[in-house]
């Protein structure tokens, strides 16, 4: 087959925000079909530059008691004392500075679910640093490259400790100023309580893993059930859907308002896409930006339809009205299609099953192997090498018939195909849901070095083993 080295001028080496990405002697060696792709528009994302600014956070995690739910006293761990933890708002380019101590009976870690820095901050325990243990620091660094909806969270015991409390937003702000809508900031969550009313102690059990992880029966959305809110007729309100939950999907119904996806795990949408069929699995986030109906008045409900009962996950109060406000300007960011790389073989596949196995009977794997991690001493296989700047195709293949939101670690990818049928989805994603039997195909164009987890955000499914490794690396 004829190779071509990708030149300078050729979108390879991408200069984004004044840094290049790659040094062009060092680029990838691509076949033309795989160069194609990264000449489509908008085939990197650009990075804000660092600002030179240092955004400070004192973290600490620990056990306590917190009025949650119906206003019940509930033992739960929580980052300084809060369920969720504190919402850290930082900006694009500014460098964020994380002090966590951990006062927890167990160790722990943070890992910045969606965001792209350097492997040693992803908190990947005995992957990318030792787990802190009890009565220990760590401090986490990074520049903060995009502005969107992130959120964080412990990956020791994630099943325990996300469950128990430990999860918080993180929002990068645009770096500009320009006025924006009124925000709300919804942090959806499920909890399994026991007979006692407190959080349900048996974690991983053999039902959680022979289902989708563990459902709990009280829906919350900032640890709160059923929240009203006050909205104004005619007002437009960008909210921020963050999904917590350890193995709940949530599919808000918000067909009562003009609403429209803006950005979707952190990074802004092609166009704004009609938020019918919005379904969020663990990890994923979405900001909508929608508008009361300027004749609403009274009580509307958002009602979750993802399962056969629906409920009700808020309602929104309207108060007052305001005249029909033109929307702030927004940046919205052309997405690839990379129809053409379905032409293309995959370069891995990741197939997802049970087997017999693990300490409740049942463990999940990806290509036969399970991962196991939880003490956060983490015994893998050799890495599935991936090459810096090569657009790669990567299908998931669910033997299954359970569900499986696959997450990678410090990048984002696009889904191209869905059960061998082409799709367009118009956004990037950091996390894609498999319903049973399903296969996925997705592109990834590797910019980060590093060790980086790839796993099942269903946190049962996580810790009895589903999660591999991908290694990206430089051409050589
Ligand atoms: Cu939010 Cu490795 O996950
Ligand atoms: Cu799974």
Redesign the pocket.
């Given at each position: 087959m004829r190779r071509w080295m990708l030149l300078a001028g050729a979108a390879a080496a991408v200069a984004v925000s004044g840094t290049v990405l790659w040094p062009r002697e060092q680029g990838p060696v691509l076949e033309p079909e795989r160069a194609a792709l990264l000449r489509e528009t908008g085939a990197t994302i650009p990075r804000n530059r660092p600002s030179g600014k240092v955004h400070e956070v004192e973290l600490v995690a620990a056990p306590t008691t917190a009025q949650l739910l119906e206003g019940r006293a509930l033992d739960v761990w929580a980052y300084n004392g809060q369920v969720p933890g504190p919402t850290i708002r930082a900006r694009a380019g500014d460098k964020l500075r994380v002090r966590l101590r951990n006062e927890l009976p167990q160790p722990t870690t943070i890992?910045w679910?969606?965001l792209r820095l350097p492997n040693g901050m992803d908190?990947?325990p005995g992957v990318t640093q030792p787990p802190i243990e009890s009565g220990a620091s760590f401090t986490y660094e990074f520049v903060l490259p995009d502005a969107g909806t992130f959120?964080f969270?412990p990956?020791v015991r994630?099943s325990e400790q996300v469950e128990r409390g430990l999860h918080g937003v993180l929002i990068v702000e645009p770096r500009d100023d320009e006025p924006r809508e009124r925000e709300l900031v919804w942090l959806l969550d499920d909890w399994r309580l026991a007979e006692d009313g407190q959080i349900d102690p048996e974690f991983v059990t053999r039902h959680d893993l022979a289902h989708d992880g563990r459902w709990g029966q009280i829906s919350t959305v900032n640890g709160r059930v059923r929240p009203t809110v006050d909205v104004r007729a005619g007002e437009a309100v960008l909210v921020r859907l963050i999904n917590a939950a350890n193995g709940r999907i949530f599919a808000p119904d918000l067909s009562a308002f003009d609403a429209n996806v803006v950005a979707f795990d952190g990074v802004p949408t092609s166009r704004p896409l009609p938020a019918t069929k919005l379904e969020l699995a663990?990890?994923n986030r979405a900001d909508v930006l929608l508008r009361v109906p300027a004749d609403a008045n009274g009580t509307i409900d958002v009602v979750d339809r993802f399962t056969r009962r629906p409920f009700v996950l808020a309602t929104l109060r309207v108060d007052g009205k305001v005249e029909n406000a033109p929307l702030a300007p927004r940046e919205f960011r052309e997405v690839p299609a990379w129809t053409s790389a379905s032409a293309l073989e995959p370069d891995h596949v990741f197939e997802l099953n049970a087997a017999r196995g693990g300490r409740a009977g049942i463990e999940w794997q990806i290509n036969g192997k399970a991962m196991v991690h939880d003490d956060g001493h983490a015994k893998h296989d050799p890495p599935t090498k991936l090459q810096l700047g090569r657009p790669t195709k990567l299908r998931f293949v669910n033997a299954s018939a359970r569900l499986h939101p696959m997450?990678l670690?410090g990048q984002f990818f696009k889904v191209i195909a869905r059960n061998g049928q082409p799709v367009d989805e118009g956004h990037w994603r950091d996390?894609v849901l498999l319903r049973g039997r399903d296969s996925v195909d997705v592109v990834v164009v590797p910019e980060d070095e590093g060790t980086w987890?790839l796993?099942c955000?269903i946190l049962e499914h996580?810790d009895s083993g589903m999660?591999t490794l991908v290694k990206v690396e430089r051409a050589r």
């Open positions: 890992h679910h969606g908190g990947v959120w969270h990956h994630g663990p990890g997450h670690h996390t987890a796993h955000h996580h999660m």
